[in-house]
């Protein structure tokens, strides 16, 4: 095991390892406080990882930080909402699943910058968005599926809806974080079939695990210094940056 872990470390230069920290601890942070900062984290793990690879890190990354978000926020949690979504995401992730065996990483980077400015760009109707219909939400359980197996990008389109049902901060973390946790574990089958998630990919992960938890950490220390209005804003900007990065990248 030893030997195993020594050749991970020495798969990557130094370079690649720092940035991979940054992305860790911005998963981290994404998790208890803005989870449009985890996508930046997608963005950089992108660029030291081939994109397919660096979907798999991420993921594993991403469910070390859902285990401590789904007991930070266990008592704010709209579980109506999660039940309904649940089946259209499956729909989502397993659409996913065959569009990654039929593109490369530039066109997987692109589709999702386009899709994410397309629902940025409805988000600024909210009374059209028209949120509280069931049709609305299973469009958007749907494209959350999608996103996030091709991408691990799935929190900008919940994101987007959450904030159209004008959800308060510690719902929204709560709901996301339940959400998010079921979806990965969801996804993991999928990411073994593909080759995303692999021995070396869950190595690179865990050993980045202990950042991702300081990333917890400093999260829930700074949600209780960004109120609503600056949350809301917050949470649409980095949705929108992160975006046209991808579109354009």
């Known amino acids: 095991m030893t030997t195993f872990f020594a050749a991970v470390w020495a798969s990557l230069p130094l370079a690649s390892w720092l940035v991979l920290g940054v992305c860790a601890l911005l998963i981290g942070f994404g998790k208890t406080a803005l989870g449009g900062v985890a996508l930046i984290a997608v963005v950089l793990a992108a660029q030291v990882l081939p994109t397919k690879d660096s979907t798999g890190v991420v ?4 469910l070390v930080g859902d285990l401590v978000a789904t007991w930070t926020y266990r008592h704010d949690v709209d579980w109506r909402l999660i039940a309904r979504l649940i089946p259209p995401v ?14 490369d990483g530039p066109v997987l980077k692109r589709t999702m910058g386009a899709i994410l400015l397309v629902l ?9 968005l028209a949120a509280h219909r069931p049709s609305v939400g299973l469009a958007y359980g749907g494209l959350a599926g999608f996103t996030t197996m091709v991408a691990n990008g799935g929190g900008p389109p919940m994101s987007l809806y959450l904030l159209a049902r004008k959800y308060d901060k510690l719902r929204f973390l709560g709901t996301t974080a339940w959400f998010f946790f079921a979806v990965n574990l969801i996804k993991v089958p999928f990411s073994i079939a593909n080759g995303i998630v692999r021995p070396d990919t869950a190595a690179v992960s865990l050993t980045l695990a202990p950042v991702v938890l300081l990333g917890t950490a400093i999260g829930r ?15 649409t900007i980095l949705v929108g940056v992160a975006a046209v990065y991808l579109l354009l990248g």
């Open 221 to 235: 220390v700074a949600i209780r210094h960004i109120d609503q209005v600056l949350f809301d804003r917050l949470v």
């Open 120 to 128: 940025l760009v409805l988000g600024l109707w909210p009374d059209r």
């Open 90 to 103: 499956l729909v989502g992730i397993g659409l996913g699943a065959l569009f990654l065996n039929w593109v």
């Open 59 to 62: 993921l594993v990354m991403l």
